[in-house]
């Protein structure tokens, strides 16, 4: 136990103050996380934002992209920052260091793209729209399970369009001489 650590259990009490809503739940949010939120947006300042891009936006970890005729000038993340944007980027940064788990599996596709503060930046908004949903739809968290790859999707996809395209047309597997799996 940290001497310097408040004597008050953070867990329970973000918990009741979000009305039931385990923030812990998400991989590499800290109490310190939890602290810029309760400071800096409190429990109704999420109600305020229409869609988790209007929050990603006023944190500044959405890119501002500019574009005149078709043409993209810039898309960088706009300059400003406060003490939930610094805390979302420290989360995701402890993000990066984890293994095994959804979002640290995002965090190293994207740095393997465009390098570690891209990743960060990347993971900072991602947290942000996941703590949106949570606090706004009131739900909990719920990382995926396997992360489907694009081909995989399509495939899937294409297997349950066939089937559909049988049902509709009264077709079994035997009559086609092959078999579903």
Request: glycine residues 6%; without cysteine.
């Amino acid at each position: 136990m940290n001497k310097n650590a408040p004597k008050i259990d953070l867990n329970q009490m973000a918990y009741q103050y979000f009305d039931g809503i385990d923030l812990m739940a998400i991989e590499g949010v800290s109490h310190s996380t939890i602290l810029a939120l309760i400071s800096e947006v409190g429990p109704d300042g999420f109600s305020k934002f229409p869609t988790a891009k209007h929050f990603a936006s006023w944190l500044r970890l959405a890119p501002n992209n500019k574009i005149s005729g078709g043409k993209i000038l810039s898309n960088r993340i706009p300059k400003g920052s406060n003490r939930l944007k610094i805390a979302l980027r420290q989360a995701a940064n402890a993000i990066g260091n984890l293994k095994d788990t959804h979002l640290s599996d995002f965090f190293r596709r994207v740095a393997f793209r465009k390098g570690r503060q891209a990743a960060v930046s990347a993971t900072a908004r991602k947290l942000a729209v996941i703590l949106w949903n949570m606090l706004v739809k009131k739900q909990p968290y719920q990382p995926p399970t396997e992360y489907l790859f694009l081909d995989q999707k399509r495939k899937l996809g294409l297997v349950k369009r066939i089937k559909k395209q049988m049902a509709k047309f009264d077709i079994t597997a035997d009559e086609l001489d092959f078999s579903t799996r």
